[in-house]
């Protein structure tokens, strides 16, 4: 595998994912990207210009589709809209985006006869109950709670329904939470630290208690590169780092490690239709790809993140304002509906 196209390369995990294969491979990559809010064209800064190319472009567009994919031996999909906050308030453009989007790339990896491997999420499964001994596999049914996840289900039901039809040469993968360098503001972990960096209070939706399995970006991007290079084709991998916790005591280590007191938080009301709990089995991915993570001490992990959002205000500055205005604003949309 020579070329890839990697959907969404400017976004956080994208990016990080083209950082990664650039050091661990020696492959070409094109980066297609909308560069929507969520992009950011310093996140690929300081790649060697011969191997890595930004188009900036829709997935939406049959045409650069059409003529990108077949320049390339994989596809590698990332792109998408994806935070749950916005979808509960624009759902459109994560339907036009996550589902239409990814049956124009369907039928091109279909025409052009390329290999695609499907960047999806847990979230699909829908949630678990706090006490629940069960974690989600390969086999759990599909039940998603959100405009967000909702799409993304939709998205690999295509991938799945084009392989079975159409015999397109696919691979999924659902992962659970990222965290790392290169992370829009607008998510839970660099919307506290940069809160805390300006000065600001971090805030916790609901009563804190829900449970996210963390995931250092690095160990999705080895997963992902274990899957390209030996996967079966037509199967889904789950991803995951056994790194679950809850919202709170990722928010106090936060707070510990910038010296700040555990008290310094908003409580803030909690999201609409809040998933509890999401917790992954990824042992099919360990035993048959034999596939280890190697970032899951959480406390380092979040000291380097820390360290890098400090280092990089130049990075996250120009949206932070920009963030925090669209929460007041669907803060008080969601306000107006509870009247
Ligand atoms: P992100 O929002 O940081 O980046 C998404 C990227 O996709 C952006 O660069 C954006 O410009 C691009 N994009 C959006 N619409 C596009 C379009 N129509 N055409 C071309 N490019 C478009 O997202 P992320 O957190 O890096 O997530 C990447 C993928 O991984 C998504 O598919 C997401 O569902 C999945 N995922 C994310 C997580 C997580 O914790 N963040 C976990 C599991 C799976
Ligand atoms: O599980 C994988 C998913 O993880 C991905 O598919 C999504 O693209 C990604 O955004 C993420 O979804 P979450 O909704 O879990 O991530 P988010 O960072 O938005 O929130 C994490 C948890 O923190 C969630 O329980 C909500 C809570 N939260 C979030 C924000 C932004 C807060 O308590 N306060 C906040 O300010």
């Known amino acids: 595998m020579k070329r890839i196209l990697v959907t969404g390369g400017a976004g956080f995990i994208g990016a990080n994912f083209v950082r990664h294969m650039i050091m661990h491979s020696d492959v070409e990559i094109t980066v297609l990207d909308k560069m929507t809010y969520a992009a950011n064209r310093a996140s690929l800064s300081g790649l060697d210009e011969q191997r890595v190319k930004l188009v900036i472009g829709n997935i939406c567009d049959g045409a650069v589709v059409n003529e990108l994919v077949p320049q390339h031996d994989a596809v590698v999909h990332f792109a998408a809209e994806t935070h749950n906050d916005n979808s509960l308030h624009d759902p459109r453009s994560f339907v036009t985006t996550n589902i239409l989007g990814t049956v124009e790339l369907l039928e091109a990896v279909r025409r052009h006869g390329v290999r695609l491997h499907h960047i999806s999420t847990d979230e699909v499964y829908g949630d678990l109950e706090f006490d629940d001994p069960q974690r989600f596999t390969e086999l759990t049914a599909y039940n ?196």
């Open 144 to 339: 998603p709670s959100s405009p967000y996840s909702a799409t993304k289900a939709s998205s690999d039901m295509l991938v799945r329904a084009w392989i079975r039809s159409f015999g397109v040469v696919a691979t999924l993968s659902n992962c659970s939470n990222n965290y790392g360098p290169y992370q829009h503001v607008e998510k839970f972990i660099p919307r506290q630290i940069t809160n805390i960096l300006d000065g600001q209070r971090p805030k916790l939706y609901g009563n804190g208690r829900n449970v996210r399995d963390w995931i250092h970006v690095s160990d999705h991007s080895s997963a992902v590169q274990r899957i390209l290079e030996s996967g079966e084709f037509g199967r889904t991998y789950l991803i995951g780092a056994d790194g679950e916790q809850d919202n709170l005591s990722v928010l106090r280590l936060i707070l510990e490690l910038m010296g700040k007191d555990e008290r310094f938080l908003d409580w803030v009301p909690d999201r609409q239709g809040h998933d509890r709990r999401y917790a992954i089995d990824a042992t099919p991915l360990r035993h048959e790809l034999s596939w280890e993570p190697r970032y899951t001490d959480l406390r380092l992990g979040l000291e380097q993140t820390i360290d890098w959002y400090r280092k990089n205000r130049d990075w996250w500055q120009p949206s932070k304002s920009d963030t925090e205005k669209r929460y007041s604003y669907q803060a008080s949309q969601a306000a107006k509906v509870a009247i």
